[in-house]
């Protein structure tokens, strides 16, 4: 039998799970995925959180001794959720070593209402990166305006950012124009750019929901002709995007001076859509240099029937940009778009946020009670 998932780590695609939880890792599960199905990374989200805590016993003993020692819901949620973010990272260690730090990432989100605020994401960057305590983790930041500064604030200090919610190619180079004065900063700091890294997660899926809802309000013949494209189009034109920065002499002083690019993610690349194939998100977005996070049911049916032609990004420019014309000719604001999905990524990970900090507090007293 092909194994497909190893074809699409030798197409130069690094093939991340976007899951974890106290019982994937207590089973030793996230331990087989990396050997045996060439999982070598790891991201998660606040959603992933809530999830993990609302199933299962795993973390009782934990919520257990911090409800003895009267600690509050806040630092309950970070002593939860680092304490699987570096279990994570000592999986995940051996393939860091291995790539000489290129994979081997687990990546964990600050808290998500300070989304808006610069100053108060770089403080939880910081105290994060210091309960973690992993060369291999990444700190994850919304690409949200404040958010900019942020990205450059942690880069500048040594921390590792994994760039978060970006949908517009605007916005993206912008986040890429971060990354740069980023290390710039840090070399100006005197910190070693090669221990310095970061991917930038372009989301894929949401595009597509949100435009083929304004497509079907529109009703057309040629606007249903448009539906289910704009998500590849939009990632395969931040590629194009990609490449002309990371072709600057900007970047060549970066790259000399040791560091080493900011590889694009391609994230939401779960199929939403039930008429849709189910690896149309992985198939399509074959490049060298990236990461695709996958949702384990995208991984298993990847490496099931996942049709694999080489390289599906270079080369499709053209049409790619065509496509984004004929969606503004038949009516899509683009610009209005993406402004929506960053709206509601932000929000949706606050009230996610807000569902993990309310389960724990629950789980908290119901330890106090019985103890």
Not at 64 to 92: K, M, N, P
Not at 117 to 141: C, G, H, Q, S, Y
Not at 335 to 351: H, I, M, Q, S
Not at 355 to 368: G, H
Request: with cysteine; hydrophobic share 40%.
């Amino acid at each position: 039998m092909s194994d497909i998932l190893k074809r699409l780590s030798d197409e130069g695609v690094s093939i991340w799970l976007d899951d974890i939880s106290r019982e994937r890792l207590r089973t030793g599960n996230l331990a087989e995925l990396v050997r045996d199905k060439h999982v070598v990374g790891v991201t998660s989200n606040p959603t992933i959180f809530a999830k993990a805590l609302s199933k299962g016993s795993a973390y009782d003993d934990q919520v257990r001794d911090l409800a003895l020692r009267g600690v509050d819901v806040e630092e309950a949620s970070r002593a939860i959720t680092t304490y699987d973010i570096r279990w994570g990272c000592d999986v995940l260690r051996p393939v860091y070593d291995r790539t000489d730090g290129l994979d081997g990432r687990v990546s964990i989100e600050v808290d998500p209402r300070l989304a808006r605020e610069t100053a108060k994401t770089v403080a939880e960057a910081r105290a994060l990166w210091w309960m973690v305590d992993r060369p291999n983790l990444f700190i994850k930041i919304p690409a949200t305006e404040e958010g900019l500064e942020a990205i450059t604030a942690a880069l500048a200090e040594g921390i590792s950012v994994n760039v978060t919610l970006i949908f517009s190619l605007e916005r993206y180079g912008k986040v890429i124009d971060a990354f740069f004065t980023g290390l710039e900063q840090a070399r100006a700091n005197g910190h070693d750019l090669s221990k310095i890294a970061s991917v930038a997660s372009f989301f894929v899926s949401r595009v597509d929901t949100e435009i083929d809802k304004r497509l079907d309000k529109i009703g057309s013949e040629e606007a249903k002709a448009l539906r289910s494209k704009a998500g590849l189009a939009n990632a395969r034109l931040a590629y194009a995007l990609y490449e002309e920065k990371f072709g600057t002499s900007r970047w060549t002083a970066l790259k000399d001076a040791g560091a080493r690019p900011q590889r694009p993610l391609w994230a939401s690349t779960g199929v939403k859509d039930p008429d849709l194939n189910d690896t149309l998100y992985v198939d399509e977005l074959v490049a060298p240099g990236t990461v695709n996070t996958m949702p384990e049911a995208t991984l298993v049916a990847e490496a099931d029937h996942g049709q694999l032609r080489g390289d599906t990004v270079r080369g499709t420019y053209d049409d790619a940009r065509a496509h984004m014309a004929a969606l503004k000719d038949a009516g899509v604001d683009y610009d209005d778009v993406v402004r929506v999905l960053e709206d509601e990524g932000v929000e949706k990970f606050a009230v996610s946020w807000k569902e993990l900090l309310e389960t724990i507090a629950a789980e908290l007293e119901s330890k106090r009670a019985g103890a």
